[in-house]
């Protein structure tokens, strides 16, 4: 049994990855200022939903509202975008304490340019999680900051409790934000180092 010190070490994202593998949740949202959130104008679709907890209840920034599953597992969240994208970072908000067998405890992400060759790049298991999921895209290579794709597939494989439907109450996708200085390779993003990053 953990105590309640132990919780809290695991809270942050880096401390939860560190735990054998089983992320727990952190209560902030936080990212790296080089990030943004690149799924605002994507096509979101799910596999199945109660009427009136679908796509949107996933998306609008309400901790209190919760996308529920209905059907058979896998769960799936479908992510389309218009043209290939850069994504570094997938952020889920799942809630044990509330949700309990609801609650997902093994999730495969997979990436492709559509249904027909999706391929599956993380399978993270989650350990009675409260807040935020940080799960990164990253490669195994230091230099695999990103993956390149059209769409991703976030994917509910079990749930804690031998639960049968699933609860995610928001999802954000991150993304490396783009150089504010073309054919610049260096990003700076502090006003003073882009007043002299060109030759005027």
């Known amino acids: 049994m953990e105590s309640d010190g132990d919780e809290d070490a695991a809270a942050t994202p880096a401390a939860a990855a560190a735990a054998a593998g089983r992320l727990k949740g952190s209560p902030e949202l936080t990212v790296d200022a080089d990030m943004r959130e690149m799924a605002k104008t994507a096509a979101w679709s799910v596999s199945s939903c109660k009427a009136g907890n679908g796509?949107?209840?996933l998306r609008d920034d309400n901790?209190?509202?919760h996308w529920q599953s209905d059907g058979a597992q896998p769960h799936l969240v479908n992510i389309q975008f218009q043209k290939k994208v850069q994504l570094q970072l997938v952020?889920?908000?799942?809630?044990?304490?509330?949700?309990?067998?609801?609650?997902?405890?093994?999730?495969?992400?997979r990436a492709g340019d559509g249904f027909h060759n999706l391929k599956e790049i993380k399978t993270v298991e989650l350990a009675k999680p409260v807040g935020w999921v940080h799960i990164s895209l990253s490669g195994a290579d230091p230099r695999e900051?990103?993956?390149?794709t059209f769409m991703l597939q976030i994917a509910v494989?079990?749930?804690h409790l031998n639960g049968r439907d699933t609860h995610i109450r928001q999802i954000k996708i991150f993304g490396p934000r783009p150089n504010?200085?073309?054919?610049?390779?260096?990003?700076?993003i502090s006003r003073e180092f882009i007043t002299y990053s060109t030759i005027r």
């Open 91 to 109: 952020v889920l908000y799942v809630d044990f304490k509330h949700d309990e067998s609801y609650t997902p405890s093994k999730i495969s992400i």
């Open 180 to 188: 504010p200085v073309p054919h610049q390779p260096f990003h700076f």
């Open 157 to 159: 494989l079990a749930n």
């Open 55 to 57: 796509v949107a209840a």
């Open 63 to 65: 901790l209190d509202t």
């Open 145 to 148: 900051t990103f993956i390149h």
